[in-house]
C-alpha cells in the first residue's frame, strides 16, 4: 500500500498514518494506523512535529480481512496451546517444537501491533484464562522486547518466554485454580510453586534457550526483594524475567478470573504509574506505558459516570489520563481526575 510524507500543514482529518510518529525521546506520539483528527493534527504542530507519513490511498476492505485473519490465527494458537498443555498435563513431554511452530504466526512482520492488543483486551472464557493468559503473554512480551530495542532472536526467545512461564499450573489443582473466592494462605503458598513447576517442565528440554528458563523461573520476582520465588531484587533479576512481569501483571489484571471482575486498561496503567516504579524495572515499564497507550487513539470507551467518550489523545505525563472527545466537547481526565475509564467499548 503507498505512503508518502506530507507537511503537517497539510494533514487533514481522516488520514491515516503510514507509520508510528516519535517524539524526541524515541516514545510513540500517535500510532501507526491511527485516523487523524483536527485534536492529534493541533498537538503534533504544538510539539514541533514537521512531517508525517500517510497512506495515500487505504483499502479498509484489506485491513479488515487481515484482522479476521489474525484472530482466527490467534484463536487457533489458543486451541494449540490448550492440547499441548492438556498433554502436558496427564503426563505427557512437552512439545516445544509445537510451540515454537505456532509462534511463528506471531512473528511475521504482516501482523498489526493494534490487532494484537485487541485480542489481548477481549473478553474471554474464565475457565480458559490460563490457555489465553499462555498466548497473551507471549505477544506482550515480544512486544516490549521490540519497543526496548532488541534484536529479532531475542524478542522470538521472549515470545517463547511468555508462551511457556505459566505451564506448570497445569500441576496445580483445579479447585485452587479455579477457585472463585480469593485464595487462602495455603492455596497461595501452592499458587507460588507454579513457576518452579514451569521450570522443571523444561529445565532438561536441550532446544530452549537458558535465558528462556530463567526467565520462566524468575517472572514473579521483584525489584524490591518481594517477588519469589528467591525474592531477587534488581540487577539480580534477568532482563526477560522483569519483562515477562510487566507483561504478565497486563494480562492478569485485565482479564476475568475466577475470583475477580476484569480492570480496564487503563485502570492498569493507572496502578503501574501509581504504585509499580521500583517494584517493577522502570525503564521497562517506562517504554512498555509511552508505546502501548498510543494504541488505543480512537477506542470508544464508558466512563465512571456512565458516559461515553473517544479516546483523541495520549498524554505523555499522565499515561492513563487521557483526552477523550465526548459529543460536542473535549475532556482531558488529567484535568477531570473523579472521571476514570472503566470499560473499552
Known sequence: ??????????????????????NQYGGIIVAQNTPLNPYIINRLESL???????????????????????????????????????????????EFEKIKRLLESFTDGGVEKRDIIRCVNQVRSVHEYTYYHCINVSMISKLIGEWIKLGKAEQNLLAQAGMLHDIGKVKIPLS??????ALNDDELLIMKT?????????????????????????????????????????????LFAKILSI??????????????????????????????????????????????????????????????GEIIYINPMRFSQPVLKMEDKYVDLSVNTDLKIIEIL
Open 176 to 181: 485452587i485454580l479455579n477457585k472463585p473466592d
Open 48 to 94: 514541533g512535529i514537521q512531517r508525517v507519513r500517510v497512506f495515500a490511498e487505504r483499502s479498509i476492505s484489506e485491513k479488515e480481512r487481515k484482522s479476521e485473519l489474525f484472530e482466527a490465527r490467534y484463536q487457533n494458537n489458543v486451541n494449540e496451546i490448550k492440547n499441548i498443555l492438556h498433554g502436558v498435563s496427564k503426563g505427557e513431554n512437552l
Open 247 to 308: 507483561a504478565d501483571i497486563f494480562d492478569a489484571m485485565t482479564s476475568k478470573r475466577p475470583y475477580k471482575k476484569m480492570s480496564s486498561p487503563f485502570t492498569v496503567f493507572q496502578m503501574f504509574e501509581d504504585y509499580s516504579f521500583g517494584i517493577l524495572d522502570s525503564a521497562i515499564l517506562s517504554s512498555f506505558l509511552s508505546n502501548i497507550t498510543s494504541y488505543y487513539i480512537g477506542e470508544k470507551v464508558l466512563l465512571s459516570n456512565n458516559e461515553t
Open 194 to 238: 507454579h513457576p518452579i513447576l514451569s521450570y522443571r517442565l523444561i529445565e532438561n528440554i536441550p532446544h530452549i534457550n537458558e535465558d528462556v528458563k530463567k526467565a520462566v523461573l524468575m517472572h514473579h520476582e521483584r525489584c524490591d526483594g518481594s517477588g519469589y520465588p528467591v525474592g531477587l531484587k534488581r540487577e539480580k533479576i534477568p
Open 1 to 22: 500500500m503507498r505512503s508518502i510524507y506530507i507537511d503537517i500543514s497539510d494533514c487533514k482529518p481522516g488520514m491515516v498514518t503510514a507509520e508510528s510518529v516519535h
